[in-house]
């Protein structure tokens, strides 16, 4: 039983974005082009060179930020601000899926590569802002990125989360590997399955998901 494997969970760690929300929302359009536009603005390029350099420090650093920061010694604060001041309007209170995260046994908490400030509008507009111990962003890891290492370690020692008893929840496979690593039990949010040793679990219904483990 799918129960069993999540027996000793006492600490339930999710993700935000396309986690918490349907990707069918695509809040992320939004944010892709308000950092395209941060990005030739503040480095005088032309779209299209911003654009691929977006893409590109995605790939290499783990967020825009990251390179943003490590090449340009960009100041993290404004461009949080900026690129998250997107409309919700897409987003609708899911009253199943906060049901099944109430029925949660222990500490819930999000951690997630945005700020804290748009995670919490945006568990608000999902009917999910009450539901939560703790909400993180990559501020709370010193704008360190997920997929990196050094920055889940620095948001579970803020929290005093103990990995073997907790469970990662997170759309995109890359940043699972240092949860598993770490000894958490992983769970990909995605429409499509990844083959991947670091990811335990696999599921494109968060709400029936965690309805079979609470069973």
Known sequence: MLAS?????????????????PPEARLFDQIEVKMTNWVAETLNVTQAEADHLRKHYWQKYGTT???LMEEHGADPRPYLIDVHEISLDHLE??????????????????YTNGSEPYARRVLDARGLEDLFDAVYGVEHAEFR??????AFESVFK?????????????????????????????????????DAPHIHHHTDDLVGFLSQILR
């Not at 993700?15 to 929300?21: E, G, R, V």
């Not at 209170?93 to 222990?106: E, K, S």
């Open 158 to 194: 803020k929290d005093e989360l103990s990995p073997n008893s907790a469970a990662m929840f997170e759309d995109e496979p890359r940043n699972l590997a240092a949860p598993f690593e770490l000894g958490m039990r992983t769970v990909h949010v995605a429409p499509d399955v990844v």
């Open 65 to 67: 930020l990251a390179g």
């Open 145 to 150: 990125p997920k997929p990196e290492r050094q």
């Open 93 to 110: 209170v899911d009253q199943r899926l906060a049901d099944v995260i109430r029925a949660l046994p222990g500490r819930r908490i999000v």
């Open 5 to 21: 494997a999540f027996s000793h969970v006492s600490t339930w760690v999710f993700d935000l974005d396309n986690t918490l929300y």
